[in-house]
């Protein structure tokens, strides 16, 4: 049976967000900047003949039976009437919960993968109207690059930072993106920033607007902030967290860190490290 294994879902960190307001679809229109880290899930996927698409879990993460690998597998055959199907295996290594974008990027190296498996050759600009169906950051992850991002996550301007490596710490508790973006103390109108003044110091830009509301829910957040402090780091959240990180500038951390929180050194990458699997889009064929 013809199968492909060992693809990676990188990560990514949000080094500041910005909400500038809310649109009358309940949408948030933020600015930020992704970038993809080295922690990473691993997929396999199984070619099925009879149309039917599952899912094991492997590291012992409980993901809910319905998540967004199958959900992007069968928008995938719905776009397409495709009717092969898949097994799915997950090894689960990035947090639920965290900020990291794991679902979404998990959903995206799906729709790369399937593309592949199921011989459907579709343009990049075709699986990331798919993506943004499945949520506001697949499309990123599809992207292939490091990005700027506007709007409710669709607009993708890619960029290029130096590369460098982060503490990431992450608290035994998540958070729920819902509830943060919901939450009445959410400041909503930040001033447009300048892609020129974010370049000019990538790694001290502007801050997290979900942060506090965040550490509100997660007092977990202080903590894993207030840690990163204590040790000379300036750490901000990532996402809607619960993660935290902060540029390593070489230094290791010496002490453990809180009971049950993660700690993990990781690298930034300059490039998804499936982007040689994304067809260029074809103007022709009224992509744009």
């Known amino acids: 049976m013809k199968s492909i294994v ?13 909400v500038l307001g809310r649109r009358a679809d309940g949408y948030h229109v933020i600015e930020s900047a992704f970038v993809l880290i080295d922690w990473h899930d691993t997929l396999h996927f199984e070619l099925r003949s009879d149309g039917q ?22 928008a995938l055959a719905r776009k397409t009437g495709c009717t092969l199907g898949v097994h799915i295996t997950l090894e689960k290594r990035i947090p639920l919960g965290a900020g990291l974008g794991g679902g979404s990027s998990d959903a995206a190296s799906t729709l790369l993968a399937l593309n592949q498996l199921w011989g459907l050759d ?19 992850f599809l992207g292939g690059h490091n990005a700027w991002v506007q709007g409710i996550g669709e607009r993708l301007t890619p960029i290029r930072i130096p590369q460098q490596s982060f503490i990431v710490l992450k608290p035994p508790m998540g958070v729920d993106t819902a509830q943060v973006y ?16 974010f370049l000019a110091d990538p790694f001290g830009f502007g ?20 840690w990163l402090h204590a040790h000379g780091f300036a750490a901000r959240m990532t996402g809607s967290g619960s993660a935290v990180f902060a540029v390593a500038h070489g230094e290791a951390v010496v002490d453990l860190p809180p009971d049950a929180y993660v700690l993990r050194m990781c690298s930034g990458l300059s490039m998804h490290p499936l982007s040689e699997w ?3 889009a074809r103007r022709s064929h009224g992509s744009h």
Do not use: W
């Open 6 to 18: 060992d693809v990676p879902a990188p990560a990514k960190l949000n080094l500041f967000l910005h």
């Open 53 to 74: 698409m599952s899912r094991t879990d492997l590291g012992g993460v409980s993901l809910p039976p319905d998540d967004l690998t199958l959900a992007a597998g069968r």
């Open 122 to 140: 579709l343009d990049i600009d075709t699986l990331q109207e798919i993506g943004a169906e499945l949520g506001a950051d697949v499309p990123f």
């Open 182 to 197: 919901a939450h009445p103390k959410l400041v909503r109108d930040h001033a447009h920033a300048r892609l020129e003044d």
């Open 207 to 226: 801050t997290n607007d979900l942060q506090p509301v965040s550490e509100e829910l997660c007092p977990q957040v202080y903590t894993a902030l207030s």
């Open 278 to 280: 994304r067809l260029p």
